[in-house]
């Protein structure tokens, strides 16, 4: 909680440092960057700061934080907290990096507003900030100690067992420990970082799911490979596994984290994706299999055409050993295939989505997506707080959602 005075001043500022904060947050980051270049080559994600992606997402995630702060009927941030915790576990971050993040960005703030920042507008949002870092710092040691490792201590070095073509554009990696031992358990639906030395020696950092049950010796990813697209640079480290990653090589690799995961109750299950975005639903749908749930299971996909698809007899195999499930795909292109019982040509039409009204709904796909599925889904009355999604880079939509 802020003091009663800091949080007077934060009501007061919040209009006009929020309406600044999109010039602030490139200042903070190229102030931040040039005094550590090694932050900017071997933890943040290059292609996001190219896009611009990550200053919109740390500015969103301040704003809210703020208002939430300054707003007494507003609900804790739980959401926002427990997303950007887990990512931050995943790259292994830790304290001290947290003072070097308040040094830029309040330099920053001071270069933007100038004779704005008084003493005490400086003191609330000192408060603002160390109240988020050390609400999430909270969540970060309970995440380590819950691992049974010691802050930042989350890598290891994995051999990659076997690579399989899943797709024209997506490769899965079987990844099993050096000495054959069990890698360590997991979630279904959580996610490793994955980190690659690039030609120029930087040593960039992705995450990916893991697409198997956890009851496996073995760990599964499966990555697509990221062209460019309209302006944005091409995925550096999807390029990098296709190309250089083979059967018998190593990767460093850190423990799984994400909240993102499937609940362990008896409520009906819709899992909604696009692309990419089944490789969680992979997982929990495995996860399902092998415990034999009697759950009811919705499982929608949507892909450019079945050709594009990774994982899509395996899915299919997934639901059939599945008493209570069913599959439905909408493809923008079958060719000449025509549409059948649980294939639709278009794009997916939430209104005809098989959506019990107790379900617990998990989405992951490209954030339009997302947003086109839950604002459709909460328009049928599907309790916003059933609707769990996974965002993989920064979550610019997170004050919307939250």
Known sequence: M??????????????????????????????????HPELEKDLFNRGNQAAGDQQRALAGAIAVYATILVDENAPAPSALLSRIANKHASLGITEDQYEIVYKYLFEAIVAVLGEAVT?????????????????????????????????????????????????????????????????????????????????????QIRQYSLSRAPMHDEWRITVKAIGELAGAPAGEVSNFLHHNVFDGDELRVSLPYGDLVLDEGTDPVVLVSAGIGC?????????????????????VHADRSPARQAHRRELQ????????????????????????????????DVAELDVPADAQVYLC???????????????????????????????????AAG
Request: no cysteine.
């Open 2 to 35: 802020l003091s009663a005075k800091s949080t007077e001043v934060v009501r007061a500022t919040l209009p006009a440092i929020g309406g600044a904060i999109g010039d602030i947050t490139p200042l903070f980051y190229g102030k931040m960057f040039a005094a």
């Open 119 to 203: 003493a005490d507008v400086a003191e609330a949002w000192t408060e603002v900030y160390w109240a988020m870092a050390n609400d999430l710092l909270e969540i970060e040691r309970k995440l380590y100690a819950d691992a049974g490792v010691e802050p930042g201590q989350v890598w290891q070095q994995v051999v990659v067992r076997r690579r399989v073509q899943e797709s024209p554009d997506t490769v899965a990696f079987v990844l099993g420990s050096k000495d054959g031992a069990p890698l360590p358990d997991f979630r279904p639906g959580q996610y490793i970082s994955v980190q690659v030395e690039l030609a120029d020696g930087a040593h």
């Open 279 to 299: 490789t969680p639903m992979v997982g929990m749908l495995d996860h399902l299999v092998s415990t034999t749930t009697d759950r009811t299971v919705r499982v």
């Open 317 to 348: 195999e997934l639901v059939d050993q599945l008493p209570s499930a069913t599959l439905h795909h909408w493809y923008e292109d079958i060719g000449t295939r025509p549409s059948t019982d649980g294939v639709s040509l278009g794009r997916i």
């Open 365 to 399: 796909g490209p954030m339009p997506f997302m947003e086109f599925v839950r604002e459709g889904l909460i328009g049928r009355n599907i309790p916003a707080d059933n609707i769990h999604y996974e965002v993989f880079g920064p979550d610019k939509w997170l004050v």
